[in-house]
């Protein structure tokens, strides 16, 4: 998981890798059970655009209008239309896009928010809301150093905004600079008051080897006091649970998995969390019944992909191949904030460490994540490079974090590193 990923409705730090670009490529109809409808698998890698022989293949799925966050934006939508420059309402509308895209794990919402506060952005000098959105989306798209500026810009104006304090906190977390993090976390407590500055400063305890601590102040949030929105609640349970992760509780944090998902079901950033916990207690089939009608999203898409796979099903080869075409479809819009999911593909499914190790050490230049130490030491591992591992293992030592499938695979490379710089 990721710091501070949702919080309350007008206060969003999102989680800057977990967002997905539609498939080319046709899938199964939400709903229709845990396998998409049969499709040839040609030679090719991907074949774009695809032309469907079937009238019943679905290409995507669009949002049903009887969605109560439809309906509000198309609401926002018209008034809009009617007041375009009110940019109390292209704020709001800004928000639910991201909010939306969040939840179903789709990029196309954050361009959405993008194109309405264009005009505003545009300006000599941009409103503070405008600075903080924008912000916001170049952090969905890993863009952190220019989303930096923009915060720092809207906070010169605005040094109370809470907005802008939590997603520089998290954009610092994501990057590993827990210094700035704490700093960020901090000035939560003047702008919004204790419960944010505790839910914060408990992710961080959370990533420097102090997971207790962390549960500690979180155990004492009263969500009743911070507005009882799911988002909050999901927000404290997904923390919980990580923090219970990384001490290798396995029983209560399934349990904080699943309370979070309780308040915000469809949640495309918690499922994928839940999913990747259970691929990694070994129970695939969970996940396939999970993540069933979320295959739209590509990160939700490639645990379905693993899932198969760890269950030798005999339709893996079919999942691979489409991810391979997602993928390739996101490198053809220039889209690179996967590194840490293209890594282990490669790694995983396509069962190439070489390139995946090369994938992950670029996905270790822009973010440092306990996952992206993972995925770049197990690369290592498999492409019998520890040298690779170097900085990871440098990082880990110097933060301290805790988790238990981390920690002994960064003690046996560093013992073949150690290894090898004794031999030469």
């Given at each position: 998981?990721?710091?501070?990923?949702?919080?309350?409705?007008?206060?969003?730090?999102?989680?800057a890798?977990?967002?997905?670009?539609?498939?080319?490529?046709?899938?199964?109809?939400?709903?229709?059970?845990?396998?998409?409808?049969?499709?040839?698998?040609?030679?090719?890698?991907?074949?774009?655009?695809?032309?469907?022989?079937?009238?019943?293949?679905?290409?995507?799925?669009?949002?049903?209008?009887?969605?109560?966050?439809?309906?509000q934006?198309?609401?926002?939508?018209?008034?809009?239309?009617?007041?375009?420059?009110?940019?109390?309402?292209?704020?709001?509308?800004?928000?639910?896009?991201?909010?939306?895209?969040?939840?179903?794990?789709?990029?196309?919402?954050?361009?959405?928010?993008?194109?309405v506060?264009?005009?505003?952005?545009?300006?000599?000098?941009?409103?503070?809301?405008?600075l903080?959105?924008?912000?916001?989306?170049?952090?969905?798209?890993?863009?952190?150093?220019?989303?930096?500026?923009?915060?720092?810009?809207?906070l010169?104006?605005?040094?109370?905004?809470?907005?802008?304090?939590?997603?520089?906190?998290?954009?610092d977390?994501?990057?590993?600079?827990?210094?700035?993090?704490?700093?960020?976390?901090?000035?939560?407590?003047?702008?919004r008051?204790?419960?944010?500055?505790?839910?914060?400063?408990?992710?961080?305890?959370?990533?420097?080897?102090?997971?207790?601590?962390?549960?500690?102040l979180?155990?004492?949030?009263?969500?009743?006091?911070?507005?009882?929105?799911?988002?909050?609640?999901?927000?404290?349970?997904?923390?919980?649970?990580?923090?219970f992760?990384?001490?290798?509780?396995?029983?209560?944090?399934?349990?904080?998995?699943?309370?979070a998902?309780?308040?915000?079901?469809?949640?495309?950033?918690?499922?994928?969390?839940?999913?990747?916990?259970?691929?990694?207690?070994?129970?695939?089939?969970?996940?396939?019944?999970?993540?069933?009608?979320?295959?739209?999203?590509?990160?939700?898409?490639?645990?379905?992909?693993?899932?198969?796979a760890?269950?030798?099903?005999?339709?893996?080869?079919?999942?691979?191949?489409?991810?391979a075409?997602?993928f390739?479809?996101?490198?053809?819009?220039?889209?690179?904030?996967?590194?840490?999911?293209?890594?282990?593909?490669?790694?995983?499914?396509?069962?190439?460490?070489?390139e995946?190790?090369?994938?992950?050490?670029?996905n270790?230049?822009?973010?440092?994540?306990?996952w992206?130490?993972?995925?770049?030491?197990?690369?290592?591992?498999?492409?019998?490079?520890?040298?690779?591992?170097?900085?990871?293992?440098?990082?880990?030592?110097?933060?301290?974090?805790?988790?238990?499938?981390?920690?002994?695979?960064?003690?046996?490379?560093?013992?073949?590193?150690?290894?090898?710089?004794?031999?030469?």
């Amino acid at each position: 998981m990721t710091a501070l990923y949702a919080f309350l409705p007008r206060c969003r730090a999102l989680p800057a890798l977990l967002v997905a670009l539609a498939t080319i490529v046709p899938i199964a109809a939400s709903g229709a059970g845990v396998s998409p409808a049969p499709i040839a698998v040609p030679d090719a890698p991907y074949r774009a655009p695809y032309l469907p022989s079937d009238d019943n293949e679905v290409l995507q799925q669009v949002p049903p209008a009887s969605d109560p966050a439809v309906r509000q934006m198309a609401i926002l939508r018209a008034e809009l239309n009617v007041s375009p420059t009110s940019l109390r309402v292209a704020d709001q509308l800004a928000a639910a896009y991201l909010g939306f895209g969040r939840r179903l794990g789709d990029a196309h919402y954050a361009g959405y928010a993008e194109a309405v506060i264009a005009p505003w952005m545009a300006a000599a000098s941009p409103p503070v809301a405008a600075l903080v959105l924008q912000a916001t989306i170049l952090q969905v798209r890993h863009e952190f150093d220019p989303a930096r500026k923009l915060l720092q810009q809207a906070l010169a104006h605005d040094p109370r905004n809470v907005q802008a304090w939590l997603t520089l906190a998290t954009i610092d977390t994501v990057q590993g600079d827990y210094v700035a993090a704490a700093h960020a976390c901090g000035e939560t407590r003047r702008t919004r008051g204790v419960g944010v500055n505790i839910a914060c400063e408990a992710n961080l305890r959370e990533y420097q080897g102090r997971a207790r601590q962390g549960i500690a102040l979180l155990q004492q949030i009263d969500v009743d006091a911070l507005g009882q929105s799911p988002e909050t609640g999901a927000w404290v349970q997904g923390l919980l649970a990580e923090c219970f992760e990384r001490l290798g509780d396995w029983t209560s944090a399934e349990a904080h998995y699943r309370k979070a998902l309780a308040f915000t079901p469809d949640d495309n950033f918690l499922l994928v969390a839940y999913a990747d916990f259970l691929l990694d207690r070994k129970r695939p089939r969970e996940v396939l019944a999970l993540l069933a009608g979320h295959t739209q999203s590509d990160t939700a898409f490639l645990r379905l992909a693993l899932a198969q796979a760890a269950l030798k099903s005999p339709d893996a080869t079919r999942y691979t191949w489409i991810m391979a075409a997602r993928f390739e479809a996101l490198r053809q819009r220039g889209s690179y904030y996967f590194g840490r999911e293209q890594a282990r593909f490669a790694l995983q499914l396509q069962h190439d460490p070489k390139e995946a190790l090369t994938l992950a050490e670029q996905n270790w230049a822009v973010q440092h994540e306990p996952w992206d130490a993972r995925v770049l030491l197990e690369a290592a591992r498999a492409a019998n490079q520890p040298e690779a591992a170097a900085p990871v293992l440098a990082f880990l030592s110097k933060s301290k974090l805790e988790d238990p499938t981390i920690e002994p695979l960064a003690r046996a490379l560093q013992k073949r590193l150690d290894t090898k710089t004794v031999a030469r």
